[in-house]
């Protein structure tokens, strides 16, 4: 079983780069979400999607796009890379109602100089 | 506003039992959350509690939930070597959605 696949696990990037973090769960959850993981913070979420085509807001969105044009897939998008994004990000998914358990990826660790 | 606030570290010898709190702010929320996340990995759910119970017990796991208080605890018997990793606290928000407001992880250390 994949579960939620991250890609790529690590990046390197310098100010004002554009990259693209991807994110696919094979589980045909509905729900998918990104959070971003700095010590002593915790993980705080950046985007989320309740199904393709709708996508929100979470605590912490400035400087992060996100699309849901399939169920699969819930990229997330760097438009100009700051080193304030520098983190470690996790995509997590989940099916509705229930106990509403969360998914998690594997991570993708990235720094930005 | 949601906050979920969580000391930030705990050491314990092996075989103590360890207890880890939570504080949380939104009295709406239907479900909490224990997560567990071991080095280099993402986070796994641990045990869960409903809002309308006061504890949940799962072999050596215990849930305490004072809705009053709006505090959460886990506590971990006969802790092993393996126990040690970061816990995560999370409630889900009163919603349609699974949206779910994570705490800031307390580490846990066991000694041996």
């Known amino acids: 079983n994949a579960g939620v696949t991250q890609t790529p696990k690590f990046q390197v990037l310098k100010t004002g780069q554009s990259m693209t973090l991807q994110c696919a769960q094979d589980?045909?959850?509905?729900?998918m979400s990104w959070y971003r993981q700095d010590p002593g913070m915790g993980l705080r979420l950046i985007h989320y999607s309740v199904g393709a085509g709708i996508t929100d807001q979470g605590e912490v969105p400035n400087g992060y796009n996100v699309s849901r044009s399939t169920t699969e897939d819930f990229p997330l998008r760097l438009l100009s890379a700051a080193p304030s994004q520098t983190s470690v990000y996790f995509c997590?998914?989940?099916?509705?109602?229930?106990?509403?358990?969360?998914?998690f990826g594997e991570g993708s660790r990235l720094t930005v100089l | 506003g949601e906050d979920v606030e969580q000391s930030l570290f705990l050491s314990v010898r092996e075989g103590d039992s360890s207890v880890i709190n939570c504080t949380y702010t939104d009295s709406s929320s239907t479900y909490l959350y224990w997560y567990k996340q071991e080095p280099g990995a993402g986070l796994q759910l641990l045990t869960y509690i409903f809002s309308n119970m006061d504890m949940k017990q799962d072999q050596r796991l215990t849930v305490l939930l004072n809705k009053k208080d709006k505090h959460l605890s886990l506590r971990i018997a006969d802790t092993q070597t393996g126990d040690s990793a970061i816990y995560f606290c999370a409630e889900k928000t009163s919603g349609a959605t699974n949206k779910l407001i994570f705490g800031t992880g307390t580490l846990l250390a066991v000694q041996p």
């Open positions: 589980m045909n959850h509905e729900y």
């Open positions: 997590a998914s989940s099916s509705p109602g229930g106990i509403g358990e969360l998914f």
